[in-house]
Structure formats: structure tokens, C-alpha cells
């Protein structure tokens, strides 16, 4: 479970960086650029909507299922007494 939330800020994280390289002078150059991690915030926002939105689809689907194969149950209890109330009473 843990993994399932770090690994998202991680990314979050790594998408905002740029790194270049330099054979000539063997250096490598590493940038945040903050737009970059933006877009990339937006489009995992956006994502993860639309998984909510298919997880809610799901459940309500399921939950036709569920009242289609179960039905409706009608129960009638009359619970009026006929006679002396106290008849059974010790």
C-alpha cells in the first residue's frame, strides 16, 4: 500500500527533471523544470478522475447486480394481539 502511494509522488517528482549529457567534457547536467512536473501533475490528476469514475461505475453496476439477483423481499407482521394480554402471563 505504501509502495502504491510513494510511487506516484516519485514520479511526480523524476518528470519535473531534464538530464543532458556531455561527452566532450564528460559532465552531466541535471534541470527541474517546473512546468514539465506541472503537466505532468495535471495528467495524473486527470487519470486518476477517470480511475475513480470507472472504480464508481463498477460498484454501482455491481450494485444492480446485487438487487436484481437478490429482489425485492416484502415483509407483512401483524403484530396486533387478539384476546387478554395478560393470558400467558405467570
Do not use: F, W
Amino acid at each position: 500500500m505504501r509502495a502504491a502511494i510513494i510511487l506516484p509522488l516519485a514520479t511526480l517528482a523524476l518528470a519535473g527533471c531534464q538530464v543532458s549529457t556531455d561527452d566532450a567534457n564528460d559532465s552531466t547536467t541535471v534541470q527541474y523544470n517546473q512546468d514539465l512536473a506541472e503537466n505532468v501533475a495535471g495528467d495524473v490528476s486527470n487519470e486518476a478522475g477517470a480511475i475513480a469514475g470507472h472504480i464508481a461505475n463498477d460498484v454501482g453496476e455491481a450494485a444492480d447486480t446485487v438487487k436484481n439477483e437478490v429482489g425485492d423481499v416484502d415483509v407483512d407482521v401483524d403484530v396486533s394481539r387478539n384476546g387478554n394480554a395478560n393470558a400467558n402471563a405467570n
